[in-house]
């Protein structure tokens, strides 16, 4: 059963980076495209970026393209997010989950195992 389980939020200043981390289990993590969707207060799920089962292909929300990164390492079973130059905006829980086969990379109903989430508080 795969479980994805985030870390690495917190309380940032404006301008300042944090790495987000997605640690998932099971041996067929390398066979599955990975994604980051985040829910700001009193929104809705938005996606902010994805990479590709190898790890060849990336994708990324127009709201977050130059300064957010999403990188994976397969030996480790985990996905990263580095996130830099940060704003008040992109405060928001921050969801890693795991890509079915088939669908949208940027649509959340393409996506079947989520984590619990890690809180990213941006102050201004």
């Known amino acids: 059963q795969v479980q994805p389980v985030e870390s690495g939020g917190g309380l940032v200043q404006a301008g300042g980076s944090l790495r987000l981390s997605c640690a998932a289990s099971g041996r067929t993590f390398s066979r599955y495209a990975m994604g980051w969707f985040r829910q700001p207060p009193g929104k809705e799920h938005e996606f902010v970026a994805a990479?590709?089962?190898?790890?060849?292909?990336?994708y990324y929300a127009d709201s977050v393209k130059g300064r957010f990164t999403i990188s994976r390492d397969n030996a480790k079973n985990t996905v990263y997010l580095q996130m830099n130059s940060l704003k008040p905006e992109d405060t928001a829980v921050y969801y890693c989950?795991?890509?079915?086969?088939?669908?949208?990379?940027?649509?959340?109903?393409?996506?079947?195992?989520w984590g619990q989430g890690t809180q990213v508080t941006v102050s201004s």
């Open positions: 990479i590709s089962a190898s790890g060849g292909a990336t």
């Open positions: 989950a795991r890509k079915g086969a088939g669908g949208s990379y940027y649509y959340h109903g393409s996506y079947d195992h």
